[in-house]
């Protein structure tokens, strides 16, 4: 089966910079997604890594080694309404399944 | 226009009922998949379907039954609701070109439901 582990919560201050882990074991991988949601919302898709390496969003960044089963999502000049929780998500298998880590719930403070 | 929409956003129900989420897409995806997210926020996939196909059938009880009348459309019945079943429901679909998914699943809002 599949499992995906992030830090359950993170707290930054506002204009800084967080980073959020994601270490995953899945067979058959094709890429990690990285989503936001909300309280009370739905998640949002912010980026997809299908390859190694760095991808770029505007203040958002995502980056992927598939060798180490490893990805981190990187929120720059952080505002307050980045304020939610944060999700991995691989696709795997032969029908691309979406699998969803626990999410990381990050607290912006002034 | 709401890409993908479901009804009922709020279903309060007693235990033993029968009840039903309902789920459009405007976005000419061919891919639909139903999500349980808990109350701690787990999101575990349940049902995908593919051009109306169900192709992933994750261990759910066999009281929810999908269905997915065209690709624009999939639906959620649950029979003889159970406390645990409370959560929010989530519908969401993707693209899927030449046989590789693109990567982004849109969802919808939401449809929580509580069982009394």
């Known amino acids: 089966g599949q499992s995906l582990e992030q830090p359950s919560e993170v707290t930054a201050v506002e204009g800084a910079i967080v980073q959020i882990n994601c270490t995953y074991q899945?067979?058959?991988?094709?890429?990690l997604s990285w989503y936001q949601q909300h309280d009370g919302g739905a998640p949002t898709f912010l980026s997809y890594n299908g390859l190694d390496g760095l991808e770029e969003t505007g203040r958002f960044s995502s980056f992927l080694s598939r060798s180490d089963s490893y990805g981190y999502l990187l929120l720059q000049e952080l505002q307050m309404k980045d304020s939610a929780s944060y999700f991995c998500?691989?696709?795997?298998?032969?029908?691309?399944?979406?699998?969803f880590g626990t999410g990381t719930k990050l607290q912006v403070i002034p | 226009d709401t890409a993908v929409s479901q009804t009922p956003k709020y279903l309060v129900t007693q235990m033993g009922n029968d009840k039903s989420i309902k789920c459009e897409q405007n976005l000419g995806h061919d891919t639909m998949y139903w999500y349980k997210q808990d109350s701690k926020k787990f999101l575990k996939i349940m049902f995908s379907?593919?051009?109306?196909?169900?192709?992933i059938n994750e261990t759910v009880p066999n009281r929810f039954s999908p269905k997915s009348p065209d690709k624009a459309h999939l639906n959620l019945h649950i029979n003889s609701l159970e406390l645990g079943d409370s959560a929010v429901y989530f519908c969401?679909?993707?693209?899927?070109?030449?046989?590789?998914?693109?990567?982004?699943?849109?969802f919808g809002e939401g449809s929580r439901l509580t069982v009394l």
């Open positions: 998500a691989v696709r795997s298998g032969g029908y691309q399944k979406v699998t």
């Open positions: 969401a679909s993707s693209r899927t070109t030449s046989g590789v998914n693109t990567g982004e699943l849109f």
């Open positions: 379907y593919n051009n109306k196909e169900l192709i």
């Open positions: 899945t067979s058959g991988f094709y890429g």
